[in-house]
């Protein structure tokens, strides 16, 4: 079974722009790319989801590079509210399954 | 609407006892999904259901788990009997349309098998 892999932590001061990236190389050819958001004691959140190049919302952008074996999401001036931990999930080529990525957590500095 | 509601909130019970948690969904959501979060594993989905009937359950980790969706408006998960090893944070979500749509996670039930 691939592997959905992400940078275990990142920090961040309120203001800047957040860049975290989400290696999946076994991407299912007919699969979205999700973002979750999770706080404490919380069920994950959507934030934005795409399928190549690039998506944006109020919240968040979404980068996809052609081969779709990454994606980055971006997100401009954080701040401490953002401090959370942020998933990617995929549909796994070979297994058809979907799957988490291991997470991502922010810490967002004052 | 309420959102994905979820019961009990936290469960602690002894190792060999079994355990029943339970999730509505979103109502209008055609598919329904049980996940389960360790630190160790990370959020790992177990299985899911599309209008009440399971489409994939090859995340259920043994036989020891099972699920049912009676009706569009209610999910169990069981696992019986339980062991120390089952603690972790089971999540239900559901989404509108294919699984790869947005889906709405409930609050979670914390699970501690002693």
């Known amino acids: 079974l691939a592997k959905t892999t992400q940078p275990i932590s990142m920090d961040s001061y309120e203001g800047q722009e957040v860049n975290i990236t989400c290696s999946h190389n076994n991407i299912a050819t007919n699969d979205y790319i999700t973002w979750y958001q999770q706080f404490p004691s919380q069920g994950p959140r959507f934030i934005i989801q795409g399928y190549k190049t690039k998506v944006t919302n109020e919240v968040a952008s979404l980068f996809i590079p052609a081969d779709r074996k990454s994606s980055t999401l971006s997100l401009p001036r954080v701040s401490l509210s953002d401090t959370a931990v942020y998933y990617c999930?995929?549909?796994?080529?070979?297994?058809?399954?979907?799957?988490f990525g291991t997470g991502t957590r922010l810490q967002v500095f004052p | 609407d309420a959102g994905v509601i979820q019961s009990p909130r936290h469960e602690v019970t002894e190792m060999g006892q079994e355990v029943t948690l339970r999730c509505k969904p979103i109502?209008?959501?055609?598919?329904l999904f049980w996940y389960r979060q360790t630190m160790m594993r990370g959020l790992e989905l177990l299985i899911y259901?599309?209008?009440?009937?399971?489409?994939?359950d090859s995340g259920m980790p043994e036989d020891r788990f099972s699920a049912k969706m009676p009706n569009a408006s209610f999910s169990t998960l069981k696992i019986q009997p339980s062991e120390p090893r089952d603690s972790a944070v089971y999540f239900c979500a559901s989404s509108l349309g294919a699984p790869s749509d947005e889906q709405y996670f409930g609050p979670g039930t914390r699970l501690t098998v002693t």
């Open positions: 999930l995929v549909g796994d080529r070979g297994t058809d399954k979907l799957i």
């Open positions: 259901f599309n209008n009440n009937v399971p489409i994939d």
């Open positions: 109502s209008g959501h055609d598919y």
